[in-house]
Nanobody, 126 residues
Framework: QVQLVESGGGLVQGGGSLRLSCVAS????????MGWFRQAPGKEREFVAS??????????SYADSVKGRFTISRDNAKNTVYLQMNSLKPEDTAVYYC?????????????????WGQGTQVTVSS
């Protein structure tokens, strides 16, 4: 059974950068589509970014709110997916989760993901 561990969160000033990492264990990472989601206090979990398997072309998708500022990537040799976050804004403050999708379907929908990490807190000060 696959397990996910996120890291890299923290407190950063507006305009700054952070890189989140998510390491997978217990499964075949290269066969998983991966996604990043976030959840702010009092709000629903929302899609941030996704990346397909290399076999599917390593295609990436982004929420409009982060397009041009965030970059998702993966390193199959390290069983790791990354989220590079630049030009951070206070509204990016949230707990960030990575997740595994094995079944396919829309990678923009949280319900399509089977396994989730515990989350990492990102706080952006103004």
């Amino acid at each position: 059974q696959v397990q996910l561990v996120e890291s890299g969160g923290g407190l950063v000033q507006g305009g700054g950068s952070l890189r989140l990492s998510c390491v997978a264990s217990g499964g075949t990472f290269s066969s998983y589509h991966m996604g990043w989601f976030r959840q702010a206090p009092g709000k629903e979990r929302e899609f941030v970014a996704s990346i397909t398997t290399r076999l599917a072309g390593s295609r990436t998708s982004y929420a409009d709110s982060v397009k041009g500022r965030f970059t998702i990537s993966r390193d199959n040799a390290k069983n790791t997916v990354y989220l590079q976050m630049n030009s951070l804004k206070p509204e990016d403050t949230a707990v960030y989760y990575c997740a595994v999708n094995q079944r396919g379907g829309s990678l923009l929908i949280a319900a399509q993901y089977e396994t989730w990490g515990q989350g990492t807190q990102v706080t952006v000060s103004s």
